[in-house]
């Protein structure tokens, strides 16, 4: 690469020569290219990774659903009794097992899809009040069968918050599932819905159960990181569901917050703008909306 200035004859204004500098870019032209190289090749590459997640997926969840449908047929003796006890309790493990397969396929759905940024908000104005009641509807019998209570503390009147529907949903399923997970038997999980101190809509989700030691919390949203469990080794997942939280709630300009102490529990709380609130500022902690007029 050349740079220079033309240099005059100062007396007759001839031009003389040119004054500069010369610089060889070849090896940061190379590094150039190879960077540039690298990428096309990581984007093929994430491209054909989520394409093939996608199809396999399909061809996982198909006979995956067909286990589950059977089994629940078995299960519920629908055509007939199980005699055999023993044969009942394989059918609950088949059940349960297909059940846990497939949510992983789901999470790594997911996830694969985030990053190849093919998740897409169908938004809409929506009461959260109708949301905690749905979800908690689908969740009952889990809970229950984990020996476990739930409990719903859902303000009146709550404004309406302009969002996904099925992705809040499955925002307050992951997180409920979370709670069931690190809440021994007996324990109790509290769904809330609230407007918060600083004006924002809360949607809330506590258990009573382990709690997570400090120096994990800002590692928990972090793809398949997994909080130490101690002796608790039937605590299953693979560090995915959280990541899917953190992601859709800072699609919806939201954030979430976490509280917990070791031994007594933890309270995960997602912060969301009203429907009609403009957005003032945005960054990675927190979104700033102007109070809007209840709806």
């Known amino acids: 690469m050349l740079s220079a200035v033309p240099v005059f004859d100062r007396a007759n204004g001839e031009l003389k020569g040119y004054r500069g500098a010369a610089t060889d870019i070849t090896e940061l032209t190379k590094r150039e290219e190879s ?12 491209r054909a990774k989520t394409h093939f997640l996608a199809n396999m997926s399909h061809e996982l969840r198909t006979p ?13 003796e629908m055509i007939g009794p199980v005699s055999n006890p023993q044969y009942k309790s394989y059918i609950r493990d088949i059940h349960g097992s297909a059940l846990h397969l497939l949510g992983i396929i789901n999470d790594i759905l997911d996830v694969s899809r985030i990053e190849a940024g093919k998740v897409t908000l169908h938004e809409s104005v929506v009461s959260l009040d109708e949301v905690v009641e749905s979800v908690t509807r689908l ?3 889990r809970v229950t069968d984990s020996h476990l209570s739930l409990e719903l503390d859902v303000a009146p009147k709550l404004p309406r918050v302009h ?6 949903k499955q925002i307050l399923i992951n997180l409920i599932g979370n709670a069931i997970k690190f809440t021994p038997k007996n324990g109790r999980i509290t769904v809330g819905a609230r407007l918060s101190a600083h004006g924002e809509l809360e949607l809330s989700v506590t258990d009573n159960g382990i709690g997570i ?20 080794h039937n605590i299953k997942g693979y560090g995915l569901g959280l990541s899917y939280v953190s992601h859709i709630v800072q699609r919806h300009l939201g954030f979430i917050e976490v509280e917990s102490q070791l031994g007594k529990g933890s309270t995960f709380s997602i912060k969301l703008p009203f429907a009609e609130a403009p957005v003032i500022y945005y960054d990675k902690n927190r979104v700033i909306r102007l109070k809007a007029k209840i709806v």
């Open 64 to 76: 995956l659903n067909a286990i589950i449908g059977f089994a629940d047929v078995m299960r519920m």
């Open 213 to 232: 030691a400090k120096e994990y919390r800002n590692k928990i949203f972090e793809k398949f990181f997994r909080v130490p469990s101690g002796n608790r």
């Open 139 to 141: 969740v009952k019998e």
């Open 163 to 168: 969002a996904d529907k099925q992705k809040l």
């Open 35 to 46: 960077l540039r190289m690298a990428k096309e090749q990581a984007d093929v590459a994430s």
